[in-house]
């Protein structure tokens, strides 16, 4: 189960932090990805954390402002995101699979929404 919040509406510039609880998993076998998707738009990976060593690996769109976490012991992952653009408005979704970098996913959340307003 993928439980994920954060999300909502920011002025152009500003910041959101999103997190992700994923029950029934062992953190240590998966990598966990933020993805976003927006209206007509194909879904985009931004971020990506292998569970067993909390090393993060960004998309070129975000990096350097978006920061990815990880904790396993709370199985939860954040994305803090900031110097938020209208680009950057879409659901984000968490989803695992077994390895960073690829778009194929094994299960992943319902999303939060993030709106930016100019």
């Known amino acids: 189960e993928f439980v994920e919040s954060g999300g909502g509406l920011v002025q152009v510039g500003g910041s959101l932090r999103l997190s992700c609880v994923i029950s029934?998993?062992?953190?240590?076998?998966?990598?966990i990805t933020w993805f976003r998707q927006a209206p007509g738009m194909e879904r985009e990976a931004v971020a990506c954390?292998?569970?067993?060593?909390?090393?993060?690996q960004y998309a070129v769109s975000v990096k350097g402002r978006f920061t990815m976490s990880s904790d396993k012991a709370k199985n939860t992952v954040w994305l803090q995101m900031n110097s938020l653009n209208p680009e950057d408005a879409a659901v984000y979704h968490c989803?695992?699979?077994?390895?960073?970098?690829?778009?194929?996913?094994?299960?992943w959340g319902p999303g939060t929404q993030v709106t930016v307003s100019l």
């Open positions: 954390i292998t569970g067993s060593t909390g090393i993060a």
């Open positions: 989803a695992i699979n077994r390895e960073c970098g690829y778009d194929s996913y094994e299960d």
């Open positions: 029934g998993i062992t953190f240590d076998d998966y990598a």
